[in-house]
């Protein structure tokens, strides 16, 4: 059945069973159970779902952005039955529900100074809190909001200080944000939230050095700032920071980089330790990874200058003991020519046991190592011959559950390195927009083509869940789909799609959050400026979906 079909025999079995006059209750099905509009939750304190002719189950209503979200268990094509003190409702199920919105905000409502249609107020990080009730926003200008998710209500703003909201992590019982800051300092801040009041702060340049952009008027001059490329805070409460000082010191000269992992004790904010533990490894940490218990965190390195043999810290993964800081192993990467060195970004995913990682570096390997040696190597983005040329799909999106290695794939190009002068570097992969899904024995179990390009990968906490953007980021097209697509990794028959939601605007990079239970996902949408003379497509939004 297609997309429209579906949609369309969804939509005719709701006014048919709910009545299509205005206010009166709506059910829409959704994957967890459904979402009944026009029903006050003080009314419907005893509701009850009965699908299929099994006995009525008593449900507990959640309140959210207007509508009470309800769980229950339905199949495809069943009649169900809500019953309530002041009514009932009856409507068959679909085949299959897609993502349902229960709110969407205008961010010029929420940020502090309006977007204007500018990239120039990205979002920088979206994320929930460990309960799922909060929802923090940080933007490219330097914004920072917190929100209530049941209510939309703001609990907490700041703003930095010329630089970027980079990165933040909730504390394990939600009183303090972690907020981390690409500036010249790269400060690490800890706020209460109730209060607003500063906990404690360390700058990262100390370490990293503060050395900023030769050309300070450049749009992208930030980058060059020290900052927390990823921030996570562990049981206890204490703090990881994957900090980078990323910088040209001199426009003529090759690239500095500068990289740490560190510790800090999340109340007072003492560093208990940094790895590498004396001077910053010579390489760009731009992502690390745990386990569930969180004994361990691997970190991905790369390099942006020439490789070459016999490096004393060569790119590669990282593992780093989280109680002593202490290197556990290390598994180096060598470039595949015509690489000279190698690109690595959000390029590792741990196993939530702990016993097996899952890599990718920027010449299109995958990798399922454990312990330290790798188990298969598989080139499925790598360098394939077109026109005499080789091009490789984009890799670096990638999640972990206990059964699945998750790899991302995006758009097919030619290295810089291989191009022909004046030639378009875009070029179609085999392999391209493509999500794979293996087993960690390294069999393929599942393979999605995805209309466009992966440009988010957000996992629930128990790993069931897996949301993913969908997005054109370059050359922007009115006919791009601009979506989340959803999947239930431990689908029964195998069938991991599980619906998607459309944006009218492109979603900036790794702007989509799912919360921990896997319940709600939330995803930015930004306007696009397409050339053809017509206003830019799609608005500054926040999507909030069931």
Known sequence: MTRAARLGMTLALLLAGCGAEPGAPRLTF???????????????????????????????????GGRLLLAFRWEAGEQCALRWGGGE????????????????TELESVLFQPSAHSSGNATSFLLFSPSGKLLALGTQRGQVRVMEVASGRTVFERRVAEGWAKAAAF???????????????????????????????????????????????NELAWVEFPGPYRMAAV???????????????DPKGPVRQLSHLYRFDGRTGALRWKWPGKEPAPLSLTWFA????????VGVLGMATDWRPGLPMPPGLYAVDL??????????????????????WRSVAVRPDGGAVSASTGDGRLYILERGRARWIEARGGPVRTGGFPVVAETGLLGATRELAIFSLGA?????????PGASTDQPHPNSNTLLFFGWDGRLRYRWAAPNRPNGLALSAGGRWLAVALTQTTAFRRE???????????????RLYAGEYHTEGPIPYDQVAISPDGSLVAVVESPAAIADGRPPRGKSRLHLLY
């Open 89 to 104: 409702l009856a409507a068959a199920a679909p085949a299959l529900a897609d993502p349902v919105a229960v709110r969407v």
């Open 171 to 217: 504390s394990p019982d939600e009183r303090v944000l972690f907020i981390g800051e690409q500036t010249r300092e790269g400060t690490i801040r800890a706020v209460d939230l109730a209060s607003g009041r500063e906990a404690w702060r360390h700058d990262m340049s100390k370490e990293l050095g503060g050395g900023g952009p030769w050309d300070p008027g």
């Open 235 to 249: 049981p206890g409460g204490d703090l990881l920071v994957a900090g980078l000082h990323n910088w040209y010191p």
């Open 290 to 297: 745990l386990d569930a218990e969180a004994r361990a965190a």
């Open 412 to 420: 097919g190009y030619i290295p810089l390195q291989a191009a022909p």
């Open 323 to 344: 109680g002593s800081g202490r290197e556990l192993w290390r598994y180096p990467f060598e470039p595949m020519p015509p690489f000279k060195s190698v690109g690595t």
């Open 480 to 494: 791009d789909v601009n979506a989340v697509a959803l999947f239930d990794t431990e689908a029964p028959d195998g």
């Open 30 to 64: 959704a994957r967890l159970g459904g979402v009944l509009e026009g029903v006050r939750l003080e009314e419907a304190k005893e509701i009850s779902v009965s699908c299929g002719g099994r006995s009525p189950r008593p449900l507990a209503p959640r309140a959210v």
